[in-house]
Structure formats: structure tokens, C-alpha cells
């Protein structure tokens, strides 16, 4: 017997600097923000953003340690996002001092994809 999921909901990251990511997410990727919470008992904030149906929960905590470098730890690999021109998104991100890794192909889709990186050096690729 399978459990009957219908989608992934949200996904929940932590971060160094909250306002920094803050507006990597909103500012530059253009999430939109739909709640904004401080939690004095944690000393934290969590911002809940979406993109689509899709929610990505922003947490701050202080003094989180920092993430694994290597990309091939058990754990969270990367958050990949769907994009209709690849060289166009590049471009823009260029625009904001946001680098991008050389284009390569999707061996499985035969798509072309690159990786950029959030603020705390969290991979993110963009899939055409």
C-alpha cells in the first residue's frame, strides 16, 4: 500500500544572514512573500515565499553551522527551478553579480541546466 501524496508543499531552508536572503529570494528571484514571522523564542525569523504553488520556508537561526561543501553529502543536494530560456535567465542573473556555471546538458532530458548558488552557497540550478 502507498501513501497517497498529491505534491510537494514546501521546502524549508536555514540562513546566515536573514535580510541578505531575504532579498536573494524576493528581490533577485522573484518570490513572493506570503507571511513574514519573528519567533522571539527562537530568536529567529521564518519567511514563508512562493513561486507558483510552490513554498520555500526561510528560516534564520543564530549561529547555524555552515552546510556540508560537498555536493555528494547525504541531505538536501539542490533546489532546481524551471525556466523557459536558459541563456535569458543566465543573462539576468549575470545582471545582478549572480554567477552561473557553464551550460551543460541533462543526460536523462536532453535539457540544457546550470547551477548558481544562494548567499549561504546553497546549489540551485535552472532547468529549461
Not at 524576493?26 to 514571522?37: D, K, M, Q
Not at 536558459?86 to 557553464?102: F, K, R, S, V, Y
Amino acid at each position: 500500500m502507498k501513501l497517497k501524496l498529491n505534491q510537494i508543499h514546501h521546502v524549508a531552508i536555514i540562513v546566515s544572514d536573514y535580510e541578505r536572503s531575504k532579498d536573494f529570494y524576493v528581490n533577485r528571484l522573484g518570490f513572493t512573500i506570503i507571511r513574514e514571522n519573528y519567533q522571539e523564542e527562537r530568536k529567529s525569523y521564518k519567511l514563508d515565499v512562493a513561486l507558483g504553488d510552490w513554498e520555500l520556508e526561510i528560516f534564520s537561526m543564530p549561529n547555524p553551522p555552515k552546510r556540508v561543501n560537498n555536493p555528494e553529502a547525504c541531505g538536501l543536494r539542490h533546489l532546481a527551478f524551471k525556466v523557459n530560456n536558459i541563456e535569458e535567465a543566465i543573462d539576468q542573473l549575470n545582471g545582478m553579480g549572480i554567477e552561473c556555471e557553464p551550460v551543460r546538458m541533462d543526460t536523462y532530458t536532453n535539457k540544457k541546466m546550470t547551477f548558481f548558488k544562494d548567499p549561504d552557497g546553497l546549489p540551485l540550478e535552472l532547468h529549461e
